[in-house]
């Protein structure tokens, strides 16, 4: 009984630790392809534009690869976060800020207009919060930029007293027709979205891509603000009492 007990609970060992392994590879990969492989494509879209616009032009071309430099640090610094467990953004480099320079920079690349609204009142929140809202923004963008064909993006940061709002909007042409952003990606199709969703339900939110009447796709995420529980102060009782 004492052996049968014994395997028993090895083999529970195993199960757990072989669960543990599973997720910890699958936040890596999760953390590379929203931290490191949108850049890479930004960065071969770069260099692709560059080529195609300036080829006789030897100024433009330096300056592509200029850009194109100090992307490439931006990649090694990213990776470096991965390593770092992905680490989130500082409160000096809050999320708005934050956006705003990812926004600046695919405009710049891309050539899309792009704009930030942010509502309520910005403040620091839970690094996780911050992590993933960041790592929708990202995405986003490199889905805009790799199948919207759109010439307009609007970011909008919605800060509320118990959740962040994200939304992300493109005039683009839309999603496909037969699109299922929640079906499992057996081809590495849609992994981004699949990934997104996981993350932001971890956090007890909701995540929302559809298809904008007036043309082009919406995505919105909400992420409730729940800061650590902290233990009640000690309140002494009256004097005297019994």
Known sequence: ??????????ARTVDHTELRVTAERQRIASALHDEVSQLLFAMSARAQRAYELHFDDLGEL??????????LQEAQDRLRGVIRDCGPATAEDGVPATTQRDLD????????TAHLMVHGLPEHLPPSVERVALS?????????ERHAEAGLV????????????????????????????RAVP?????????????????????VELRRVDEGGTQLRVQLPVQWP?????????PTGAR
């Not at 920079?105 to 899309?112: E, L, P, S, Y």
């Not at 929708?136 to 805009?144: D, E, G, V």
């Open 229 to 237: 529980a902290q233990l009640p102060a000690a309140h002494p009782g």
């Open 186 to 206: 057996s081809d590495g199709h849609h992994w981004g979205f699949t990934s997104m969703a996981q993350q932001v339900e971890l956090l007890g939110g909701a």
């Open 105 to 112: 920079d695919f405009a710049d690349r891309t050539g899309v």
């Open 1 to 10: 009984m004492t052996a049968l007990s014994d395997r028993t609970t090895t």
């Open 62 to 71: 330096r300056n592509a690869l200029a850009a194109l430099g100090e992307q």
């Open 154 to 181: 609007i970011v909008t940061l919605d800060y509320r007293a118990d959740l962040l709002r994200l939304v992300v909007q493109d005039d683009g042409r839309g999603l496909p027709a037969g699109f299922e952003p």
């Open 136 to 144: 929708c923004l990202r995405q986003a963008l490199f889905n805009i």
